[in-house]
């Protein structure tokens, strides 16, 4: 079984940039795709990233597109999400995911970090 354990959250302000880390343990990390959603106060749980370690694939919602970026190190077991340009609406808790295939739909992902929260102030 896998565990997710997210990082590096905060407090900013518009157009700064935060790093989230997703660390795992417990499984074959490179067998799976690992995702990143966020769900806003009200709003459903949105798809935000996601790479499939088995040929570095990655896909990127189209409202972060060109200011996050996924990345991952395969030797620490570790995705990053590097966050640039941060906006207001990027407010939210952001969690990052394990599933089998690559996808942008929550419920294709099978195992759930417990989130960080991050809030951006305009």
């Known amino acids: 079984q896998v565990q997710l354990v997210e990082s590096g959250g905060g407090l900013v302000q518009a157009g700064a940039s935060l790093r989230l880390s997703c660390a795992a343990s417990?499984?074959?990390?490179?067998?799976?795709?690992i995702g990143w959603f966020r769900q806003g106060p009200g709003k459903e749980r949105e798809f935000v990233a996601a790479?499939?370690?088995?040929?570095?694939?990655?896909h990127h919602a189209n409202s972060v597109k060109g200011r996050f970026t996924i990345s991952g190190d395969n030797a620490q077991n570790t995705v990053y999400l590097q966050m640039n340009s941060l906006k207001p609406e990027d407010t939210a808790v952001y969690y990052c995911?394990?599933?089998?295939?690559?996808?942008?739909?929550?419920?294709?992902?099978?195992?759930w970090g417990q989130g960080t929260q991050v809030t951006v102030s305009s």
């Open positions: 995911a394990a599933g089998a295939f690559l996808h942008t739909h929550a419920a294709m992902y099978d195992y």
């Open positions: 417990g499984g074959t990390f490179s067998s799976y795709v």
């Open positions: 790479i499939r370690w088995t040929d570095g694939s990655t």
